[in-house]
């Protein structure tokens, strides 16, 4: 008699008569000695698997055949594409299905031990299956994963075999899943990559346990094979049976399980870092990387979660089991060290983290407190892969087609690489400055560009200028055009930089080019430098100056002043001009003495380069005398102001006040009491007008603006004269030289142009505009228009500077002579209708006569004496300075002004009837001027000699 032994019998016993029978008709079915149905060969081998312990092995050997020949029919029916006839093969559905119940009831009544067996079987014969069938025509069929993964799943036998493993998964996940989990392990190994629909099903219904436990069962099995490393440390670790199968597993969950992936990594990271870690858990950090070089989702899964977690403390673990505990994977360091570098190489989307991470540990400002073995080894990783990356970077040459994921990582985060180099110095120049060549030369010259421009842009110290040119040194080598595209990039940049940036941008690049400047290495004329880039972008970066932030405006022009200005375009050299002049009156507005010192001495450097070409400096005297005789700019150089007429309250209101009345007067009529029917001195019954507290400046700042002013004037009236040696300018040139300031002669040219200029600004017209001096009588006739042009003059003092300037030149200011005419011409009428007991009671109209006769003498209109009556009006009377002048009127309508003759003085003589009204003037005040008597009538004639 015998039992069943494992209770699934569940209490029947069976004679040994019966089992006897069962084996004989078992054995005679399975050799095929005898006729016996599929049925009955299922049923008598069921019955042994139930009651014969002995005969498990043959049984199960006995239902891989009936599995195996169940799936070849369904093969053949999706080949043939119909169902085939029972007659010609048997229908073994019914006897898998009752193998099925029947071991399905083994797992669930004693699942320890019969759980092992049948997962082992059943997955092996998947695997046996899988890889028989992969080269048939119906799984070719196949096109994708999850129309395989189908097909496998419409198969009877298969989808049973399936059912029975994940039964097995199931039962055993409490206790023991390594037994499962080591069978699939082996599977994959053997089967791989036909197995894989096997192990992406049992993952998909497992898998938090099939990952733990497949990384487990890896980790055990590299310790036991990897335990001593080479230097083919890379490709001798994937010959370890189960790295390549766990890799192969752990991808295939990855789709729809990769948080749990994530997760499982990290756990088991952390678990080795525990103090009471079992020696097994130590070798884990060499074993994910290894995982990590025969996968890149495993390597994203380090590159971007794994570098978060590597805390100070979590760094000074790993440094002690390295370095006190030497695990026996660990031996050879120096392999390791070469696997993080070949992986670093190999990172993708995580490239920046790593470096930065690289960075901040080998930093020795970095306040994280490391042991020094942590910081040395960092360093040791981070220059050999410096060294690699130049390496391959350089034998790309030859293949482009040579692809570093680390690189087309690095691009994308390139400008962060450059911002951590100008932020933190010294400490990290000398690897990134490396690291972003080899990007550039990776990613082409438009990315190069962007990087140097970067750096350029942001320079501030020496050494960061020192990174650049290394950096720009390098790169011309592989990009000879470099350099002028770098510039070119950072100009365009200035536009869509905000109010500070543009500032820093700029001042940027005034470092590098002072640093040029001030270079040894910069003799060669040569040499491209950002200073010679720097000439096709001078009117972009003129646009900065009329920038609302002073700091970027005072950059701006302090890089124009560094920058020698070449021949431009005349619409070029007009928006310079334009937004030079501009500038120029905002600095004369600024209170801040250190800004505007600085500022002027900028301008007058410009302003030196722009007259090296006349139209560039007629452009630029245009624009100073028309900025100069703006009303808003007036007050700066001492004028009158202009708002007298408004209250403070209503400055800021002043354009809507004057566009709301004059749209008023338009529709409508003046009425009487009206608002429109005002005086301009107030309104009737409410008094007068409060005056305007307008722009106050002391008479220090009004003369120091007006030097400046001048001082841009006489540069432009001096061409290239100002660079060159005063002493070897001589008059036989190609272009004669007018008058004389500070040894440097004055371009007359420049200064007939500056006359033009200031006729047309003062003249209200073109009509009385000639050269010749007209009867006294005919001033009633240009009253209107000589009042016009005497309020210019005293609305806008410095253009008495200016004319002064003018009459320096031989000719040039017989084209004021109608500016001249005017203004003496409403004199004269003053000084008829003054009655005032002396001259100097009215002092604005007696400090016009001097000067205007002063200009006069300076250029060449009056002889002697006429030329000296100006000196005699403070102690004259009204009417005696009204002779003197009518007198001097007189002489110029005879003696009209010559503009095309060098030296006037020469030509003109003063006959004796233009100076009997000077010795009658000297008889009536001989007690008080007696003693200049001779000086106005000597025997020989002096030249003369203008105060």
């Known amino acids: 008699m015998a039992a069943a032994s494992d209770g699934a019998g569940q209490g029947m016993v069976y004679t040994s008569q019966e089992i006897q029978d069962q084996v004989r008709c078992f054995v005679q079915g399975s050799t095929y000695k005898s006729k016996v149905s599929c049925e009955e060969l299922a049923k008598s081998a069921l019955f042994l698997l139930r009651t014969l312990p002995s005969a498990r092995h043959a049984v199960l050997e006995h239902l891989c055949t009936v599995f195996d020949e169940s799936v070849n029919t369904h093969v053949l029916q999706i080949e043939l594409g119909s169902t085939i006839s029972s007659t010609a093969m048997p229908n073994l559905d019914s006897v898998i299905q009752d193998s099925s119940g029947f071991l399905m009831s083994f797992i669930k009544i004693n699942p320890g031990a019969w759980a092992p067996i049948i997962s082992s079987w059943s997955i092996n014969l998947l695997g046996h299956i899988s890889s028989k069938y992969a080269e048939r025509r119906g799984a070719l069929h196949a096109s994708g994963f999850n129309e395989l993964l189908q097909m496998w799943m419409t198969c009877t036998a298969t989808k049973t075999l399936i059912d029975l493993a994940s039964e097995c998964f199931a039962s055993l996940i409490g206790s023991s899943p390594d037994v499962c989990v080591d069978a699939l392990l082996e599977a994959s190994v053997k089967y791989s990559p036909h197995f894989d629909w096997v192990v992406a099903h049992l993952g998909s219904c497992f898998p938090q346990t099939i990952i733990t436990r497949v990384l487990m069962c890896g980790l055990k099995d590299f310790c036991y094979h990897g335990s001593s490393q080479s230097d083919a440390a890379i490709s001798s670790v994937q010959n370890i049976p189960k790295m390549a199968s766990v890799v192969g597993i752990l991808g295939h969950l990855a789709g729809q399980h990769g948080q749990d992936i994530r997760k499982a990594l990290l ?123 130049q390496r391959i970077v350089h034998r790309r040459c030859a293949d482009p087609s040579t692809e570093l994921p680390i690189l087309q990582a690095l691009q994308s985060n390139a400008l962060k690489l450059c911002t951590n180099l100008v932020t933190h110095g010294d400490t990290r120049q000398k690897r990134l400055t490396k690291l972003l060549c080899y990007v550039a030369i990776y990613s082409g010259e438009s990315c190069a560009s962007d990087i140097l421009a970067h750096v350029l842009i942001h320079s501030r110290e020496i050494n960061e200028l020192s990174a650049f040119v290394q950096m720009t040194t390098e790169l011309e080598t592989r990009y000879p055009d470099i350099l002028p595209t ?339 011409a409403t004199l004269i009428a003053y000084w008829d209708s003054s009655r005032d007991k002396m001259a100097r009671n009215s002092p604005k109209q007696l400090e016009a006569s001097c000067r205007l006769l002063d200009c006069m003498a300076k250029g060449g209109f009056l002889p002697v004496p006429l030329c000296y009556v100006g000196e005699l009006f403070p102690i004259l ?13 007189r002489y110029m309508k005879d003696n009209p002004p010559i503009p095309d003759t060098e030296d006037i003085q020469i030509a003109r003589d003063c006959d004796v009837k233009y100076t009997q009204t000077i010795r009658a003037v000297l008889h009536s005040n001989i007690d008080s001027q007696g003693q200049h008597y001779a000086r106005f009538f000597s025997a020989e004639p002096h030249q003369p000699q203008p105060q």
């Open 267 to 389: 756990a088991l990271f952390r678990d080795s870092l525990r103090p009471d870690a079992e020696r097994l858990q130590q070798s884990t950090t060499p074993f994910l990387l290894h995982l990590a070089s025969m996968s890149s989702m495993l390597l994203h899964v380090l590159t971007t979660d794994f570098v978060h977690t590597l805390t100070p403390d979590i760094l000074n673990k790993l440094a002690y089991q390295f370095v006190q505990q030497k695990s026996p994977s660990l031996q050879d360091s120096k392999s390791l060290l070469s696997l993080v570098v070949h992986l670093i190489t190999k990172s993708g989307e995580g490239a920046y983290r790593v470096i930065q991470f690289l960075l901040d540990v080998t930093d020795l400002n970095c306040e994280k407190e490391l042991v020094p073995e942590v910081r040395a080894t960092c360093a040791i990783i981070l220059d050999t892969l410096v060294l690699d990356l």
């Open 877 to 889: 009377s009204p009417f005696e300075v009204y002779q003197l002048l009518l007198n001097v009127w």
């Open 486 to 824: 770098t510039v070119g990039v950072a100009i365009n940049k200035l536009q869509q930089f905000n109010m500070l940036d543009g500032g820093m941008m700029l001042k940027g690049l005034l470092n590098v080019v002072q640093w040029e400047r001030n270079s040894v290495h910069q003799d060669s004329k040569d040499k491209i430098s950002v200073s010679r880039c720097l000439q096709d972008h001078i009117p972009a970066i003129a646009t900065q100056l009329s920038h609302s932030d002073p700091i970027t405006c005072l950059a701006a022009i302090q890089l124009l002043a560094e920058i020698r200005m070449h021949k431009m375009s005349t619409s070029n050299v007009t928006r310079i001009c334009g937004a030079f002049v501009t500038f120029f009156f905002k600095v004369l507005k600024s209170k801040d003495a250190v800004y505007v010192a600085s500022a002027l001495s900028c301008c007058r450097e410009v302003v030196k380069q722009l007259t090296r070409s006349p139209t560039a400096s007629n452009t630029l005297l245009r624009f100073l005398m028309e900025g100069a005789t703006a009303e808003e700019n007036a007050v700066l150089l001492g004028g009158r102001e202009q708002l007298s007429g408004l209250s403070t309250s209503d400055i800021n209101q002043l354009e809507p006040a004057l566009l709301n009345a004059n749209r008023e007067h338009s529709v409508s009529l003046a009425l009487p009491r009206a608002h429109s029917s005002v005086f301009h001195a107030g309104i009737i019954g409410q008094g007068l007008k409060t005056r305007a507290v307008g722009l106050l400046l002391t008479k220090e700042k009004e003369l120091a603006n007006k030097q400046a002013f001048l001082g841009l004037v006489w540069i432009c009236c001096c061409g290239n004269a100002q660079s060159q040696n005063p002493s070897v300018l001589q008059k036989d040139g190609n272009e004669p030289f007018a008058g004389t300031i500070h040894n440097i002669r004055l371009l007359p040219a420049a200064l007939n142009y500056l006359a033009k200029c200031l006729v047309e600004l003062t003249a209200p017209d073109v009509v009385y505009n000639a050269l010749h001096w007209p009867e006294e009588e005919f001033m009633k006739v240009t009253i209107e228009r000589d009042l016009q042009i005497k309020k210019t003059f005293d609305s806008n003092p410095v253009l008495w500077d200016v004319m002064d300037l003018i009459s320096t030149g031989p000719s040039s200011l017989c084209f004021c002579s109608c500016i001249i005419r005017g203004i003496m």
